[in-house]
């Protein structure tokens, strides 16, 4: 089970932090990370984190985003900056175990004004 939380309404150029909590059967959970979909476009990866700490970006958000993860506490939290109105999406929690299963968190929209 995976509990997200964070999101809203921000201006652009603000921040906000998404965070996600995964429980319950979190035995060899492999990669954590969080997605997103806009209106009317696939669903894309954002940020994901493995288990041995290797971080990967979109190029869409280097530099302005930074996931963080607690691999004790099987936690991620993707910390928003500079954000742009073409942030604006659902987000998803997502993480994959090393035996290729996946488990997706409910959304949560993140919406940037301009």
């Known amino acids: 089970q995976l509990q997200a939380s964070g999101g809203g309404l921000v201006q652009a150029g603000g921040s906000l932090g998404l965070s996600c909590a995964a429980s319950g059967n979190i035995f060899s959970i492999n990669v954590m990370g969080w997605y997103r979909q806009a209106p009317g476009k696939q669903r894309e990866l954002v940020a994901a984190a493995t288990k041995g700490g290797t971080i990967y970006y979109a190029d869409s958000v280097k530099g302005r985003f930074i996931l963080s993860r607690d691999n004790a506490k099987n936690t991620v939290h993707l910390q928003m900056n500079s954000l742009k109105p073409e942030d604006t999406a659902v987000y998803y929690c997502?993480?994959?175990?090393?035996?290729?299963?996946?488990?997706w968190g409910e959304g949560t929209l993140v919406t940037v004004s301009s």
């Open positions: 997502k993480t994959s175990k090393f035996s290729g299963m996946e488990y």
